[in-house]
Each structure stands twice: as structure tokens, then as C-alpha cells.
């Protein structure tokens, strides 16, 4: 069974700092990987989406992820995080086999400081 | 282009109340739909998910029930609501014939039960 493993429950980082946001995966073959933002009171946004080709990948808001086989992970990275990016953020690891079902992650919830 | 819709954005219920929750999905046809419960501080969990009019998978017994009467029309009831139930609700779709299932959430349903 597919799984999908984010280690950080809390990430907090000063506005203009680096950012990178784990997610690790259990998957039998190649995997469809997705990062997702939710704000406050709001639904989940895609960020960006990982099939196949280049293993950087990049998303929506300055954010890139980095699918790695070796190490079964897809980290979320941002050069320069800006307040506004104060959310939570899910990794998911997307359906197959004739199942309609992708796996998200626990979270992980940045904070940004001033 | 697509776009999903839920309601009412908020609700306050007494325990023990009947619930009805709407969500309708607009530009695609034959989706897949989905509902998703988030409790306070901790991650989505599914709840129903349908690949046609009429048919419904119950990931988690509970209280709750599905219906899908129409393609683009999903809906999340409970005869008699439990404290427990409170939490915000989150429908979203994929498109069916997809062999990867990116997800589109709506904008959630905040549900208090007192």
C-alpha cells in the first residue's frame, strides 16, 4: 500500500529565509506526487504536480519540489518564503491500479515570522 | 474552466440534528467526487468517494451518509449529528478517466455541532 510520510508537523521560519518542507513516499512503482497549500478556512490549491521527465519541477507562488527515486522523497523548496506563505501544506501521492483514492500526508504547518 | 462550489460555507447544528451538505462541480463531466473531513490541527480524511451517479464508497462507518443524484452534484447528510462530527468538510473532484488523480478542492464547509 502506498504511503505518504511529511516528518515536520511545524515549520517555522523568518520571512525571507529558505524554505524546504519534507515529504517522503512508499509507492510500488513510479509515483504521481502532488504538493498542495491550504490558508486558513480555505480548500487545498494545487502548488504543482510531479508525472514523469525533469525531476525539478516547478509550481505555482515561486515553489519547487525535487523528486528524488533514490531517497523516495519530493521536498517542497522556496528560495525566499514571504509572510504570506503562512499555511499548510500537504503532500500526496496520487491513485492507480484502477483506485481512485491518492494518499495526502499529515501536513505540515509553516509559520513565518516577521 | 471548472470550478467546484459547497454549502453553506458555515453551520452551527445542535446534536442530534439532520445535516445535508452540497457540493456541485461545474465545466467537466463525469467526474470523480469526494469528500473529506478535517478536524481540528490534523490531516484530511476521506470520507465517501463516488465514480458515478448512484455509486458510493464509504471509506469510514460512521453516522454520515453519500449521495450522488445527479453527475455533478455530491451530497454529505447525517440523519442525527454527533459532537464528534463537528470539523470542516472539503469536497473535490479528478477527472475520471485519468490514469493520475490531481484533485480540485471547493472552499470548505465549517461545521460546528454543539
Known amino acids: 500500500a502506498q504511503s505518504v510520510t511529511q516528518p515536520d508537523i511545524h515549520i517555522t521560519v523568518s520571512e525571507g529565509a529558505s524554505l524546504e518542507l519534507r515529504c517522503n513516499y512508499s509507492?510500488?512503482?513510479?509515483?504521481?506526487l502532488f504538493w498542495y497549500v491550504q490558508s486558513p478556512g480555505q480548500g487545498l490549491q494545487l502548488l504543482l504536480k510531479?508525472?514523469?521527465?525533469?525531476?525539478l519541477v516547478q509550481g505555482i507562488k515561486g515553489f519547487e519540489a525535487e523528486f528524488k527515486r533514490s531517497q523516495s522523497s519530493f521536498n517542497l523548496r522556496k528560495p525566499s518564503v514571504h509572510w504570506s506563505d503562512a499555511a499548510e501544506y500537504f503532500c500526496a501521492v496520487g491513485a492507480s491500479g484502477g483506485s481512485y483514492i491518492p494518499t495526502f500526508g499529515r501536513g505540515t504547518s509553516l509559520i513565518v515570522h516577521p | 474552466s471548472q470550478t467546484i462550489h459547497q454549502w453553506p460555507a458555515t453551520l452551527v447544528q445542535p446534536v442530534g440534528s439532520p445535516l445535508s451538505l452540497e457540493c456541485t462541480v461545474e465545466g467537466t463531466s463525469n467526474p470523480n467526487l469526494y469528500w473529506y473531513r478535517q478536524a481540528a490541527g490534523r490531516g484530511l480524511q476521506l470520507l465517501f468517494y463516488s465514480v458515478g451517479i448512484g455509486q458510493i464508497s464509504s471509506e469510514v462507518p460512521q453516522n454520515l451518509s453519500a449521495s450522488r443524484p445527479q453527475d455533478r452534484q455530491f451530497i454529505l447528510s447525517s440523519k442525527k449529528l454527533l459532537l464528534s462530527d463537528s470539523g470542516f468538510y472539503l469536497c473535490?473532484?479528478?477527472?475520471?478517466?485519468?490514469?493520475?488523480?490531481?484533485?480540485?478542492f471547493g472552499p470548505g464547509t465549517r461545521l460546528t455541532v454543539l
Open positions: 509507492y510500488g512503482a513510479t509515483p504521481y
Open positions: 473535490a473532484w479528478s477527472i475520471r478517466d485519468r490514469v493520475y488523480n490531481e484533485q480540485f
Open positions: 510531479y508525472f514523469s521527465g525533469d525531476t
